[in-house]
Every structure is written in C-alpha cells, then in structure tokens.
C-alpha cells in the first residue's frame, strides 16, 4: 500500500481515491452514486481521526483504505434516500400537501 499521507490529501475525485488504494470500482456507479460515496467516506474518514487520533500515516491510509470500501459499499446494499447523507433528504418539502393530509368533510 502507498503510505505517503500528503499524496493522499491531494486526492479529489472518487476514481482517485480508488486508484490510491487500488481498489476495483464501477465508473458507471461511481458516476451515479459520486457525491453519496465521498460523502459517506468524508463521514468514516472522521470517525476514524476521532477514535485513533496517534496511529501512525500508514495505519490511518489503511484505515481509510477500508473505510472507502464501506462507504462504496453502503450504496450498493442502500440508496441514497434510504441514507439521507445531504440535507435535501431531510428537509420537509414546503407547499406540498400529501395524500394523508387530504381529507373529506
């Protein structure tokens, strides 16, 4: 595995993350589910500098190799609604009546 950290913190696009930890991906999937992966992975990548704020750069790029396997993998068992990763997701839609509130006198 490349253990050099500062190559990784240049990293931007999802195929290059994949390409850094040479992990096999769909283009068409990524395409489709780009922003949610690096959402989920933005979301790990955290949690894991929370819980091991000493391990070292080639443990934390292993860690985070894992962690972009989880977050591809979340939207292939899930979708992007059923996470409501962006706000979008959980906002209520405003000026919307829906079915059950429409009721006869």
Do not use: W
């Not at 290059?16 to 999937?29: G, M, S, V």
């Not at 690096?38 to 934390?60: A, C, H």
């Amino acid at each position: 595995m490349i253990t050099n950290i500062d190559e990784f913190k240049k990293l931007v696009d999802a195929e290059e993350f994949f390409i850094f930890f040479k992990l096999p991906y769909d283009q068409k999937f990524v395409n489709v589910n780009r922003l949610h992966i690096l959402k989920k992975f933005s979301q790990f990548m955290s949690q894991i500098d929370d819980t091991y704020p000493q391990i070292g750069d080639e443990e934390r790029l292993e860690k985070y190799c894992t962690a972009l396997q989880q977050a591809y993998q979340v939207f292939i068992e899930s979708t992007p609604h059923e996470q409501k990763l962006f706000k979008v997701f959980n906002d209520k839609r405003k000026n919307v009546v829906t079915l059950t509130e429409i009721t006869s006198d």
